[in-house]
């Protein structure tokens, strides 16, 4: 069995090192929000990064869709979307909505699916 690095691209990885993953051909994955894509919060290097490695091998991975519980938190956090421990249980029908109108997120970003999914925070 394969053991792969999976990246969960947010806001913590540099620019240089993801160029020395991909530079370096690093088996891994590369999991993104896609709330972030349609937000603008990725630079244009770091999608061309993505992109690149994808090309080589680089295992596309999806991180929920927005990253953030729907339900109104005040003193917690919200950084889960799939399950919330706080509140009711999110029924299978919402969850296959937030996986798909994230995929094709990544689709349209990429011209490549994701072959991994990430439920946030879980």
């Not at 620019?15 to 530079?23: K, P, S, W």
């Not at 399950?83 to 798909?100: F, N, S, T, V, W």
């Amino acid at each position: 069995m394969a053991k792969y690095l999976d990246i969960h691209l947010e806001d913590a990885v540099s620019l240089d090192e993801l160029d020395q993953i991909v530079e370096n051909k690093m088996p891994c994955a590369i999991s993104l929000v896609p709330e972030f894509l349609r937000q603008g919060r990725y630079s244009h290097k770091c999608l061309e990064l993505v992109k690149e490695g994808i090309k080589q091998g680089v295992v596309l991975g999806q991180q929920g869709d927005t990253h953030k519980c729907g339900n109104n938190h005040h003193l917690v956090d919200r950084w889960h979307e799939m399950a919330c421990p706080y509140g009711r249980k999110l029924e299978y029908e919402r969850q296959k909505e937030i996986m798909q109108r994230g995929r094709e997120t990544l689709e349209d970003a990429f011209n490549a699916s994701p072959r991994l999914f990430v439920p946030p925070n879980h």
